[in-house]
Every structure is written in C-alpha cells, then in structure tokens.
C-alpha cells in the first residue's frame, strides 16, 4: 500500500514542476518577444502582458464554475488538449517586427484598443465572480456569461487578424522589415530598435554619461597604434549586459531589493487574505481574492501606461513609482497592524494595485538599464525575489507568528488583530527599507533617462564619430 501510495504521488508531483516552469518559461519568452518588438513602449507594453498575465487566473476561475461545473478532470483536459491547441493555432499571426517611432506607427492606437479591451475584460470578471458567488445560475446563463467571456477575452485577436487580411502600404523609403540587413544604419543615421530576429537595440553605444569618453576613446586609439592590449570595455548602463556584467553592477542589486521586499511583502498578503479575513472578523472572505486581483491588474496596467507618459514627458525614472508603492504599502500595513474599524476594505485595493505596480515597472526598468540582448535571462534572475519573499515572509514569519497565536488560542483558526499584527508591523519596516533604496535607485540612474529620453521617445545616441 505505501509503494502504490508513493507511485500514484509521483508523477503528480512531476507534472506541477514541469507545468510550473513551462509557465514561467512562456512568460518570459512572451515578455522577450514584445520588448524587442515594442521597445519604444516598454512601459505600456509590461503594463498590458502583466496585467493579462494578473487576470489569467480570475478568468480559468469563471470557466471552472460556470463552464465546466466544478470538474477537476475537465479542467484538466482543457488544460492538457485546449490551450496547447489554441497557443499552436495563435502562432499564424506572430511575426517578427521591425518597430517604427512611436508617432509614426499605428502601435499607439493597438495599444490602446487592448488596454480598454483589458480593463473591461477585467471588469467582467470581477462583477461575474460577484454573481456567481450571490445567485445560483441555471446551465443558459451559465453559458451566455462565459460566451461573453470568451469574446471579451480574444477581441485584442482583432488587431493580428486586421494587420493580417489589411496589411498598411508601407511608406516610401521604408526598408522591408524582414531583411535585418536595412535595419543596420548608414552612417549618420539613426535606427529604430531591432526586431526579434536581428540583434537587440540596445547594442548600439549609448555613448558616454560624462564628458571624458571622447579623451578615453582617442586613448584607446594611442594605446592601439602603440600596439598596447587592450581588453574591451565594460558596456555602460543602457548598453546591452551580459548576467555576469549586470550581477556585479550596483543598480542591478537595488533593483533587485527592492523588487525582493516589496513583492514579498505583497505576496505575503495574497497568500494569507483568507486567513486575515477571517482573523478581522470578516465573514465571507471569498470575495477578497478577486478584489485583491482585479487591483493587482489595475496597479500593472495603470503603472506602465503611467510609467510611459512621465518617462516621455519629464524623463522621470520607472523607479519613482515603485517609490511611492512601496510608501503606501508602509502606511497600509501600519493600518493593518493597528487593527482599525474597515481597514480590510481599503487595505486589500491599496496593496493590490501596489503590489501590481511593482510587477509591472520592474520589466522595462530592467530593460532599460541592462539592455534588451540577454532581457530574458536577466529579468528571470530578477525574477527570483518573488519566490524567496514569499519563502521568508510569507511561509517563515507570517505562518510561523500565526501559529503560535492560534497555539495560544488553542485552535487551528486564529482570530483577532494578534494573529497578524507582529508581521504587519515587520512588512511595514521591509516596505520602508525599499523606500529607501528605492529613492537612491532613482537618483542614481537619473542620468541614464535623460540621455534615453531627451527626444522625448525611448532613443538611442550614437557613438562619437572618433
């Protein structure tokens, strides 16, 4: 019997590690392929992929209820057969791009299109979660709401299907964007970022951040006619990194702290939300989870289309609003630690479109310092405060101080402002540590935005002429 017991675990164990990391290797190569494409809207194009991403589990939510009435080997199969089936069948209209300026490409008004096309998919899900869970439904209305879904869901598939069946007239001058040989620039000219298939845009030289590189560049030149050896330089932030140059650079680790503590911080209240509910007195806790996730896709979508605009107009680094984030999380878990009349419904908002505006800035931040050539890589290494967060906090200090309250109650269930109060308090000081490393991440790499975006679009300066 324990053999068969350990036989029939086992390979239920092996199919949530591979489906886990299958998970997060689509995403990232998601999150790849649309940065190259769209580097000139990274910000509104991590807001977008994120916030998607937010949602995806609200929507297999509504399909498990209302669609295939609680079935866990439905889903199952929908899982194993339909998306497989349907990723394959999205693959047509993929397509390598080579990305034109933001006021001379349509890509502006497609992005708009699936933001509002996001946020209403978002607010769907929110207000049927709401009905299924107050009113009984019959099989009709079942269905009628996820047909609605359905269309809601795939009415961005508008934009591939038009470019597609209508495809622009391309303007003359304009080379071809499947020949990476017209994307390299003439000499004196600009280019706009590289599509997937040629190198990434943030290889050319940014040029230098001081006014010495013209003196170490004829340096270099003295040094090679005298025939010194030379070893290449190390790029420069806004140049393309390799992991090993990026991990020895000072702005990769504040940037890495401070995704680390306030995601985790965040993280450890999406873990726990049933539980504080119920330790606050709330009675029913099941709508806190869609509240706190429909916020969460607020704060990404939100951040990256704000992100965008101040980055374009005033230069602002992403980072500023991971600043302000991590301040209102501070405030609202000494909120939470104090216990005050009604605090749950203005928290769980507030932490949710926090926690989403820190997901959603990290992905062009890291962009835009360490380059687009080794993206994937870097931004998975980045990637890596999720799990150990919600390792520390969530699973050590929360689980732990909770226990020994519900130990002290004499129940598995720990009830009153005790059970969390200790943690709060600690995500509260992690939250203002992250303030602060955040603001002397934004002042650091200031420079590097003003050069980016001096143009008033994401640009790339060309190498002194030396």
Known sequence: MHNAHRTRVSPIWAALV??????TWFGTAVLVT?????????????GILKGYAGIAAAVYTVIYILALKDSDSKLLLLLTLGIPILCLAMMYFIRPC?????????DHVHFIFSQVASVLLALYLLITTIISDVVSLNDTVSCILVLILVIVLMSPLAIPVKMTLFPAAKKRNVPPSDSSDHLVPKEGE???ADSLLTSSSSATTLGSLNENEDA??????LAVGEGAVKKRRRPRRGEDFKISEAIIKADFWLLWVVSFLGIGAGVTVLNNLAQIGVAFGLENTTLSLPLFSFCNFVGRIGSGAISEHFVRLKMIPRTLWMTFALLVMLMTFILFAFALNGVLYAAIPLLGICYGVLYAITVPTVSELFGLRHFGLIYSFMGLGNPIGALL?????????YDAEAAKQRSSTCVGPDCFKVTFLVLAGVCGLGAILSIILTVRIRPVYQLLYSGGSFRLPQASGH
Request: glycine share 8%.
């Open 34 to 46: 649309n940065m190259r494409n769209f580097p000139f809207s990274r910000g509104t194009d991590s």
């Open 98 to 106: 080579a990305p034109a300026s933001g006021e001379e490409s349509s």
């Open 216 to 221: 170490l560049d004829a340096d270099m030149l």
């Open 18 to 23: 591979v489906a886990t990391n299958s998970t």
């Open 190 to 192: 600009s280019t706009p």
């Open 393 to 401: 906090f969530s699973g050590t200090l929360a689980g732990h101080i």
